[in-house]
């Protein structure tokens, strides 16, 4: 490899989903160095996987939550404190179907729900600050069509 191909930025690509039911915001309560922390169903992106069939699998992987994307929400860019680069690519959906004995990814303690107002008071709990970013987009409206975000072969 060559110092040019050594420099270049290679993020974390991830992606997120927003699924709202009865006023509440699915969550999900995870182990990350030994804190209990609160994040969206999330994850990174899979070799051969789309963005949008991340989230499903994710979504489904960590909460025992099967659901259908309704639109996309946005794109974030996030550096964490130790230096790591984030691209997130945060979807809403809408809940279709729950199976309780799935068994959760490690570290997921377990799936909630939370109205956005118990979400925003707990801002030492959020996993990083694209959490609640995220949301705050979701309840402005910030809904753009799924066909924003394109696979192209």
Request: no cysteine.
């Given at each position: 490899?060559?110092?040019?191909?050594?420099?270049?930025?290679?993020?974390?690509?991830?992606?997120?989903?927003?699924?709202?039911?009865?006023?509440?915001?699915?969550?999900?309560e995870e182990a990350i160095d030994g804190r209990a922390v609160l994040n969206q169903p999330a994850g990174h992106l899979e070799p051969g996987e789309s963005l949008a069939a991340a989230a499903v699998r994710e979504t489904l992987e960590e909460s025992?939550?099967?659901?259908?994307?309704?639109?996309?929400?946005?794109?974030?860019?996030?550096?964490?404190?130790d230096g790591t680069p984030f691209l997130r690519f945060a979807y809403a959906a809408e809940p279709v179907s729950h199976d309780p004995d799935r068994p959760l990814d490690t570290g997921i303690l377990r799936a909630l729900w939370l109205d956005p107002a118990e979400l925003q008071a707990t801002p030492s709990r959020l996993r990083s600050p694209l959490v609640w970013e995220v949301v705050a987009d979701f309840l402005a409206g910030h809904r753009h069509p799924l066909s924003l975000v394109r696979e192209v072969a």
């Open positions: 490899m060559n110092e040019v191909q050594d420099l270049r930025w290679a993020p974390h690509v991830t992606v997120a989903t927003v699924v709202a039911r009865d006023g509440r915001l699915l969550l999900v025992g939550w099967t659901v259908r994307l309704t639109a996309f929400i946005g794109t974030y860019q996030w550096t964490a404190p």
